[in-house]
Each structure stands twice: as structure tokens, then as C-alpha cells.
């Protein structure tokens, strides 16, 4: 799929990360199905996804799938509008730099919850403060690592002190996924809340509130009259989500009109076939989605606690199997086109990002070279073959992940410098196993929380990242912070590439694949194409019969 890299930019700043947005052009036939309205505003969506929910507390999770239910019931002090990537005041009146290092939030009057609660600034507070105290393994606390204290002026002002000045990026991190702002009146401060309690408690103050909820099964969803952010009024009447755990149902519910929109994943064959169904159109373009694998530094071969710990033989292990992987094979043969060669830790088309593993590794064009993975292991004397263990989820990022990593089993194999001992765990055990030491290398995939080259370095390579792989550059955390705080936009573009070629050396992930966006849209379904707005988050209200 060639594009040039304006356009590429373009569309990342407009579009959003690799999923499906597909609608049946009839309205739902069967018992899946709930849309019956033809006014906008009456019909009732009924979405479907493969994705999982982690958890339903923002403190708790980092995935794709939880948040795309708590972009619908959650409100934002800002959020992305869509055809836009800038962070624009959603429930927050005016939002602002009101010194280097102080930004003032103002919110709306009579923001309340549906439990009838008011929303103040001390919600806010609590808010923010939650996520950084609880500090969970997989959630978002990584994104405030700047942050150095939140204070309430009054009911309606809060005042986020940073520790680095002229933040360039701290609007779009209240957009994400450390922004959801919660009842301090339902949410203990220091422990996550199970689902069933939240949803008990009704802390809801989004374009949703949730009506009915069996985790992963089920999620009803009716319209919040009291929301009074940017969004606006959903134009349905209300939404379902309805998950399944193979992404041939899905499929099948898709042409079949059970369900009026699915969303990730679906395979790029499901994709081929439909787009030779007249009942639906595939949109095809570029994302902001990167796919990679990481390399916990405790316990891979020759890792620090390993009985061999050897740092130089470890590096070599990472830089054999960058040296060998063949990107264009498992993008042409396994994605069908529908995923890029990836050749740093920032996509394609950002601003600021480059291709530094096209030269540092394989042949200089992006090809494998055995040569030189057998020269990283003579240079450092490692002895082939080096026994990988190697983790892959296979339903979070979809059904052909067991094909791509089948793939990347048989290149390491058949380079002879690799025996791999290749496992696949379900994405709500995966999620938590792989920051407990469990998996030495696994692979892992990255929808970004907003539209910026920094979303692909500060959660990542920097102390206490969310990767917890136990990998940390001095040189990298200062690279990282120095492009945070650099207003001069070429300059700024300097630092993030140098931060791009450190990381790279260093191989901490190895990247694989850029996500190209996915879309089959209906005839009678309006606003599908913005369900993934500029902050690559998922949106149901903006759909409408």
C-alpha cells in the first residue's frame, strides 16, 4: 500500500488506529440485532468487537478495549473533535498555560454524575491523583510521569503543576487514557473498583451511561441527557456492545445484519471477502497502530537474572533476531497489505518520526541479513542455537497473530541461530502475566492515545514504563524529557529522531508492523468514519440510523 508521507500524516492526524467500522446496509434481521429507528436519534447501534475489557476503572488498564467503553460513559476535561487532532475543552469550560509549568483547568457549571452527584474540581483531583497513587501495572500512570501535583482553587478551577515546563503534549495526555474523570464518591483512592461496583454506583458522566453490563458478553448502553461536553448529543438512541471471542461470528453477524458496526479485530481475509459483499463498502488507509515485540531485560537469554547474565550477549540475542525478521513477508503474506513494515518506535507519518532500524539492522532496505545476525553472535560469543521463548496473545490483536508469529518462528528457526518454544496465553490472563516476569519476549501492539510522536516513547522508555521490562537508558529518559519540553517544532523533530536511533540501539522492542485503518461502512448508517476520531479513540455516538 504506497502513500506518500503527507498524506500519511493527514490521514494519521484524522483517521485513527487499525480497526474495522463495518455496518450492514439492511437494518438488523435477527436477535443480534437492535436498531429499528430510521430518525437520527431513535435507532438504537448495536456494535460488535473480538476486543476484551481489562477493567472498567481507569486506574486499572491501558487497552484498547477498556477504553472504548469508557470513552462512551466517562467524561474528559478535553477531548479530540472529530476531523481534528488538537485536544479541545470537553467538560472543562477553558483549559490553558496560565505559567510554563501550570495549567488551568475551568469547568462547566452543574456537571453532575447519573447518580445525581455533583462534578467538581475535587473529582478532578481525585481523578488524577488516583491513577498516579494506585500505580498499576497496567494502567496509564506512566503518561503523568511529568506531573508533579494537582491542586483545587474552587469548585470549578483545578491547577495541574508540571515538573518540566511548556509540557507540549499534556493537553492530549488529559485527552487519554490517565483523563477519564471519576466520582471521588464511588472510587476508593488506593485500590481498583471491580466492574459490578462501578457499575452499581453509576460514576457516569460521558455521552453514555451503562444500563446493563455482563463483562465481555454484553454492555447496554443508553443515552446521557445530562452530558455536556464537546461531543454533543449521540445521534442514536442508545447502543449495545456485544463481544465475541471469534472473529468469524463476527464477521458473520456483519453480513448477515445482526449487528450494525464491528469494530476490532477482524482478519485481512475477512476483510478481502467482504469487500466483495454488496451489502457493505471496505475503506481502506493509513493508522497510527504499531505492532512489536518486547524483550523483558530480567529474564530473556542472558538476561539479569539469568543464570548466564551477560548484557552484551543479550544485546546480541536482540539485534540476531532484528537482523532476521522479515517484515515484508508477514505484511504481504499474513496481513495482505493491510499492515506496513515498521522500522521504528514511532510509526510512519508522525511528525518527527524516521526509520532507523532500516539502517542499523538487515540489509539497509529493510530486508533481513543472516550475515549480520550471525556476526551480532560471533561478536559477542554467543553459541546458536539460542532457545527463545516466545509469547503471542491471539485474540486482543486478532486472529491471524497466531499466523504472524507462526511466521516469525519460522524465519528465527530457519536462520539456525534460533530454537523457539512459541506459547499464546488469552489477553485478560496475557495482560497481567506480562508484566510479572512471565514472558522473556512477547509481543504486544500499541493504539496511541493521542496524535503525537511522544505517545510511542514517554509510556514505553522511560522509568517505570508501562512495559515493566525492566529496561532503562539515562540518555534515553533525558532525550525523551528534552523533546517533552521543546517549543521550537524544528527542533523538537531533532530530539525525537535522536530519541528514536538511542532506543533503537538499545532494541528494548524490536518494531514490526504499522497498522493501516480499516473501514466498511453502510448505506443507512451515517458517521461511521468518525467512530475513529483524531485522539484514535472509538465513538459510538456519533453514528446514527
Keep these: 500500500m504506497a502513500m506518500n508521507k503527507k498524506a500519511l500524516q493527514s490521514a494519521i492526524a484524522l ?23 430510521s430518525a437520527a436519534g431513535t435507532g438504537t447501534i448495536t456494535y460488535g468487537t473480538t476486543d476484551k475489557v481489562v477493567t472498567l476503572d481507569p486506574a486499572g488498564s491501558y487497552d484498547a478495549g477498556s477504553f472504548m467503553v469508557m470513552n462512551q460513559i466517562y467524561p474528559f476535561l478535553l477531548n479530540s473533535k472529530p476531523g481534528t487532532a488538537d485536544s479541545t475543552p470537553d467538560i472543562a469550560e477553558s483549559a490553558s498555560f496560565t505559567s510554563p509549568t501550570e495549567y488551568t483547568v475551568k469547568l462547566k457549571p452543574g456537571l453532575k454524575f447519573a447518580n445525581g452527584h455533583a462534578l467538581t474540581s475535587s473529582d478532578v483531583k481525585f481523578s488524577i491523583d488516583r ?24 469548585d470549578s478551577t483545578v491547577v495541574f503543576t508540571l515538573k518540566a515546563g511548556n509540557d507540549q ?21 488506593d485500590k481498583l473498583l471491580t466492574d459490578d461496583e462501578i457499575v452499581k454506583g453509576r460514576p457516569f458522566a460521558g455521552p453514555y451511561t451503562i444500563e446493563s453490563y455482563k463483562k465481555n458478553e454484553l454492555v447496554g448502553l443508553k443515552v446521557n441527557p445530562d452530558y455536556q461536553g464537546l461531543l454533543g448529543k449521540p445521534a442514536n438512541g442508545g447502543a449495545t456492545i456485544k463481544y465475541y471471542a471469534d472473529s468469524n461470528n463476527l464477521k458473520l453477524d456483519v453480513q448477515q445484519g445482526n449487528i450494525d458496526v ?15 459483499d454488496s451489502k457493505v463498502k471496505v475503506y481502506k488507509g493509513p493508522g497510527g497502530e504499531l505492532r512489536y515485540i518486547v524483550f523483558n531485560f530480567d529474564t530473556m537469554p542472558f538476561g539479569a537474572k539469568a543464570a548466564d547474565a551477560d548484557p ?7 539485534q540476531a533476531m532484528a537482523n532476521v525478521v522479515d517484515r515484508d513477508a508477514i505484511a504481504s503474506q499474513v496481513y495482505k497489505g493491510t499492515y506496513l513494515p515498521a522500522y521504528s518506535v514511532v510509526p510512519d507519518g508522525f511528525v518527527g518520526a524516521i526509520q532507523p532500524l532500516k539502517e542499523m539492522y538487515g540489509d539497509g532496505s529493510g530486508k533481513p541479513s543472516l550475515d549480520k545476525a550471525k556476526k551480532a553472535f560471533a561478536d559477542a560469543g554467543v553459541t546458536a542455537p539460542v532457545t527463545i521463548k516466545l509469547q503471542y496473545n491471539p485474540d486482543h490483536y486478532g486472529k491471524s497473530s497466531g499466523d504472524e508469529y507462526a511466521m516469525i518462528k519460522e524465519q528465527l528457526e530457519k536462520s539456525g541461530l534460533f530454537k523457539v518454544d512459541l506459547q499464546s496465553t488469552e489477553w485478560v490472563t496475557y495482560s497481567k ?27 514505553f522508555f522511560v522509568p517505570g514504563n508501562f512495559l515493566k521490562n525492566h529496561y532503562e537508558n539515562p540518555a534515553v529518559t533525558d532525550l525523551i524529557s528534552k523533546q517533552l519540553t521543546t517549543v521550537d517544532k524544528t527542533e523538537r523533530e531533532k530530539v525525537l529522531g535522536e530519541a528514536q536511533t538511542a532506543v533503537a540501539k538499545d532494541l528494548s522492542t524490536l518494531p ?34
Design 312 to 318: 552484551a550477549k543479550a544485546l546480541a540475542v536482540r
Design 169 to 189: 503534549v499534556f493537553p492530549g495526555v488529559l485527552a487519554a487514557n490517565a483523563g477519564p474523570i471519576i466520582d471521588e464518591e464511588v472510587f476508593p483512592a
Design 512 to 545: 514490526l508492523l504499522q497498522g493501516a485503518q480499516l473501514m466498511v461502512a453502510g448505506k443507512d448508517v451515517k458517521g461511521v468514519e468518525k467512530t475513529l476520531d483524531a485522539s484514535f479513540k472509538t465513538r459510538l455516538g456519533v453514528i446514527s440510523k
Design 433 to 459: 502475566d506480562r508484566t510479572s516476569d512471565a514472558y522473556p519476549v512477547y509481543q504486544l501492539g500499541w493504539f496511541p492515545d493521542y496524535s503525537d510522536a511522544d505517545n510511542y516513547l514517554t509510556p
Design 15 to 37: 483517521a485513527g488506529v487499525s480497526a474495522f467500522a463495518l455496518t450492514a446496509c439492511t437494518g438488523p434481521s435477527g436477535g443480534g440485532g437492535t436498531s429499528t429507528g
Design 131 to 154: 491513577v498516579v497513587k494506585i500505580a498499576d501495572d497496567n494502567g496509564p500512570a506512566s503518561l503523568l510521569g511529568n506531573l508533579d501535583s494537582v491542586a483545587v482553587k474552587d
Design 262 to 276: 464491528a469494530g476490532r479485530s477482524l482478519t485481512a481475509t475477512d476483510a478481502a471477502d467482504l469487500e466483495k
